[in-house]
């Protein structure tokens, strides 16, 4: 069925050193990932996408992984900021979904100054 | 560039009552979501509009809930009578167009329901 989880609910770091955010995903069909970014209060935020002829894209600070062999996802944050705190979802298309997408639970990434 | 707007951003109500949020998608973009997120969840997709149709309405409950987007920009979700499980953050999203591809939806702040 249409499901997609996250191996960690809640990530502490100490500012400034890396952070990974994982994410499984149960549907071979679906060929666009995105990762959004949500602040208390606030709706998602689009963070960066990838589609699954690739694996792996850089943006500024963050990389996403993606590996089909083992349907999973990653986000990668450099340098983690207090601002960085939120949680963060990833989230899954595919062509029979039209633009439709399917969120998984989520991840508290919390920052230590 | 304006963003998604919504409102109200609280709502309390009593189980049984009814309820409506309304939504301003950023200017020209055709396409309109209502998601339902649950505490600890992800959004839920209720609703899609491409203009003023709907795309997609398949999980949303129609015994209860309605959604409208007459002229084809401003939307309405309403819940009549409200359950207590639907106290939920209510999010509105919108995109430039629904094609081949992913179009990427930009959130509003949504609203937050509470049901007593």
């Known amino acids: 069925g249409e499901s997609v989880g996250l191996h960690l609910p809640t990530l502490s770091v100490q500012e400034g050193d890396n952070s990974i955010i994982n994410c499984a995903y149960s549907?071979?069909?679906?060929?666009?990932f995105i990762w959004y970014k949500q602040e208390s209060g606030k709706g998602p935020q689009f963070i960066i996408d990838?589609?699954?002829?690739?694996d792996k894209r850089q943006g500024q600070r963050v990389t996403v992984l993606l590996n089909k062999t083992v349907k999973h996802l990653s986000l990668q944050i450099a340098a983690t900021q207090p601002g960085d705190s939120a949680v963060y979802f990833c989230?899954?298309?595919?062509?029979?979904?039209?633009?439709?997408?399917?969120f998984g639970a989520g991840t508290i990434l919390r920052v230590k100054s | 560039e304006a963003g998604v707007a919504q409102s109200p951003r609280y709502k309390i109500i009593e189980k049984r009552q009814s309820v409506a949020f309304w939504c301003n998608p950023i200017?020209?973009?055709?396409?309109l979501y209502w998601y339902q997120q649950i505490l600890g969840q992800g959004p839920k997709l209720l609703i899609q509009?491409?203009?003023?149709?709907?795309?997609?309405d398949s999980q949303l409950p129609k015994d209860r809930f309605s959604a409208e987007r007459l002229k084809g920009v401003d939307s309405t979700l309403k819940i009549q009578p409200a359950k207590l499980e639907d106290s939920a953050v209510y999010l509105c999203?919108?995109?430039?167009?629904?094609?081949?591809?992913?179009?990427?939806?930009?959130f509003g702040p949504g609203t937050r329901l509470t049901v007593l």
């Open positions: 990838i589609r699954s002829n690739m």
């Open positions: 200017s020209g973009h055709a396409t």
């Open positions: 999203a919108s995109s430039s167009r629904t094609s081949l591809g992913y179009n990427e939806q930009f």
């Open positions: 989230a899954e298309n595919g062509r029979e979904y039209g633009n439709k997408l399917v």
């Open positions: 549907n071979s069909a679906s060929d666009y």
């Open positions: 509009f491409q203009n003023n149709g709907v795309v997609d």
